[in-house]
């Protein structure tokens, strides 16, 4: 205990050392204000941009967006003299997928909805043996077969898959909903998750989602026997069914955006600050846009503003004692996709990278806050898992430039929301990096088109913002880099 609070003490110390710069600092955080955010969020989260669906022509866009202001501010490109970090994944499509029955051919997304990565050379004949709800098939002999089932019971499903099922089709509770609903899934489950492996990978699974009409027709029978006998289902006399799953695979171009700051006496020492630029994109006909103002136009518009006071102040001859890179990434909405491949191939070394200061909403005002009418707080989350130095270090800029409250609630390993594994500093994390995570909590346009400009509050923005400057401000140029002291407590290998 001593020990520790000499190292606070030695932290608290230093940090004030720290505040001669202090008039310095406030010169350069106050060119961040409400009126040049909201002039660079209301290009970004445009109806121009498409929602940044990762790999689109509006990502595309943003990119573009990014790279013109970097280049303006006079920051560095560095890949190489470029702002652009390029790189491939890879997607399922799975619209070749179709089943023939009595009454023709049968197309996923229209007809039925596929899940799965089989992949056959050629349209298969395969028996079918109708389960009902499952509850007797220890005696059946499903071996190769497709097994079809009014139930999606998961140990069911297990139960299948251990008795050497080669696909399972699950009956639609209502067929007529069941057909409303095909439609708006499609676009979702037509293309797979990206993935940074061209090939798929793990076994090969086919479950296939119809109507009771489809089941009927595959066993020369009606809706009604089928329900009538889900618990006596060997009264159904075997079917068969002809189908083809083929997979092709789409590669996607995309790129994260990075700018670079030379430090001084410690510049082979990097700090991060990053925000990820894409979105969810558009609808399935294009006719409504999801431009992401708050998810996460308020925080690249942060990373943008703090870079350019970053870049004023080394015109100056104020330039930070570490490097700073700015990174921007995509493929956050897709899985973290973006940062992971960041972390695992850094610009700069992992092993020389100090800290990740991870901006991700910080537009808006949670409606629990809203209630209390406190505008001016900030979720801050993971700043003591790794070090027990940086949440001091970010309280001191806190309490020395802009006195906003502070929530740690999201801290907690029982969070339900599990906020830690839901944003890019996860990745950073993971690689034993200390970070922090700003965030502005959710609100009831997340991931919807009414997360417009029009509802970001951009004097918290602005305000949020300057306590990110600052404290960035401080980690590049304090003596010593944040110690990784504390073992972090989170199981990385479970994130939702």
Do not use: C
């Amino acid at each position: 205990m001593r020990r520790l609070k000499l190292s606070l003490m030695g932290l608290v110390m230093t940090a004030l050392a720290v505040n001669a710069q202090d008039k310095t600092a406030v010169k350069y955080a106050n060119t961040i204000t409400p009126e040049d955010m909201r002039a660079k969020l209301s290009i970004l989260a445009s109806d121009e941009f498409g929602g940044r669906e990762t790999g689109t022509e509006g990502q595309k866009k943003a990119s573009r967006f990014l790279e013109e202001f970097y280049e303006r501010v006079g920051l560095e490109g560095p890949v190489d003299g470029t702002y652009r970090q390029k790189f491939n994944m890879y997607q399922s499509d799975w619209s070749d997928v179709y089943i023939k029955t009595r009454s023709g051919k049968k197309i996923n997304g229209t007809d039925f909805i596929f899940t799965g990565n089989a992949n056959m050379a050629k349209e298969m004949k395969l028996d079918a043996v109708y389960i009902g709800k499952g509850s007797n098939i220890a005696d059946m002999d499903l071996n190769g077969k497709v097994a079809v089932s009014s139930s999606g019971d998961r140990e069911l499903m297990g139960k299948l898959a251990e008795a050497g099922v080669k696909g399972v089709m699950i009956m639609a509770a209502d067929d007529e909903q069941f057909k409303q609903t095909v439609p708006r899934q499609a676009r979702r489950l037509l293309l797979g998750r990206l993935r940074f492996d061209k090939e798929n990978g793990g076994n090969e699974s086919m479950t296939f989602y119809t109507t009771q009409e489809m089941a009927a027709e595959i066993f020369r029978s009606s809706k009604e026997k089928l329900a009538e006998n889900a618990e006596t289902p060997d009264n159904i006399k075997e079917g068969s069914v002809r189908l083809m799953v083929k997979e092709k695979i789409n590669v996607i171009d995309t790129e994260n955006m990075v700018a670079f700051l030379e430090g001084t006496d410690l510049k082979d020492e990097v700090l991060v600050i990053s925000s990820h630029f894409d979105h969810i994109g558009q609808n399935e006909d294009g006719t409504v846009i999801n431009n992401g103002a708050d998810d996460d136009g308020s925080g690249t518009t942060g990373v943008m503003e703090i870079a350019e006071a970053f870049a004023q102040a080394a015109k100056e001859g104020n330039r930070p004692r570490r490097s700073i890179l700015f990174l921007n990434v995509t493929g956050e909405e897709k899985g973290l996709l973006g940062s992971a491949y960041y972390a695992d191939n850094p610009l700069f070394p992992i092993e020389n990278t100090v800290n990740n200061l991870n901006i991700d909403m910080i537009g808006r005002v949670d409606p629990e806050h809203e209630e209390s009418g406190n505008r001016d707080y900030v979720y801050v989350i993971g700043s003591e898992k790794l070090s027990s130095h940086l949440k001091v270090i970010s309280e001191f800029a806190n309490i020395t430039y802009t006195n906003i409250d502070l929530d740690y609630r999201y801290d907690d390993p029982n969070d339900r929301n599990r906020f830690y594994y839901r944003s890019d500093h996860y990745n950073f994390a993971k690689k034993g990096i200390p970070i922090i995570f700003y965030f502005n909590g959710t609100h009831a346009d997340y991931h919807r088109p009414t997360d417009t400009v029009d509802k970001i509050e951009f004097d918290v923005m602005a305000k949020r913002a300057q306590l990110i400057f600052h404290t960035a401000w401080i980690l590049a140029n304090r003596d010593a880099r944040t110690p990784v002291d504390r073992q972090d407590d989170m199981d990385y290998n479970s994130r939702d």
